[in-house]
């Protein structure tokens, strides 16, 4: 979620290394434990590494659906949660 935060959504978008410490602190992890989650990720094929050095990444367009998939379920959840409570009876719920 932080690279979408982060705009790193496609090539054309990506990440520089520098941002690493954004998402260091934002975690509370090592440099190098974030370096390991995102070579995790890019062999699981959800982040790109791009550049001479390999020092830019982006979200892949599988990541990017995947994350938009898990949001609408997550909502959909959310709403049908809500409209059970409600004919419930729930106090609060409607």
């Known amino acids: 979620m932080k690279f979408v935060e982060l705009g790193a959504t496609g090539p054309d978008r990506p990440v520089r290394e520098l941002s690493f410490s954004d998402l260091e602190a934002r975690f509370g992890m090592s440099r190098s ?3 390991n989650v ?3 990720a ?3 094929g959800l982040v790109e590494r791009s550049g001479t050095a390999g020092v830019f990444h982006h979200l892949t367009p599988r ?7 898990f949001v ?3 909502l959909s ?3 049908l949660s809500c409209s059970m409570a409600a004919d419930a009876g729930v106090p ?3």
Do not use: K, Y
């Open 38 to 40: 995102l070579r995790d």
């Open 77 to 79: 959840s959310s709403d």
């Open 33 to 35: 434990h974030v370096r």
């Open 42 to 44: 890019e062999g699981a």
């Open 72 to 74: 609408a379920e997550a």
């Open 63 to 69: 990541c990017v659906a995947s994350f938009d998939r």
């Open 92 to 94: 609060g719920s409607g």
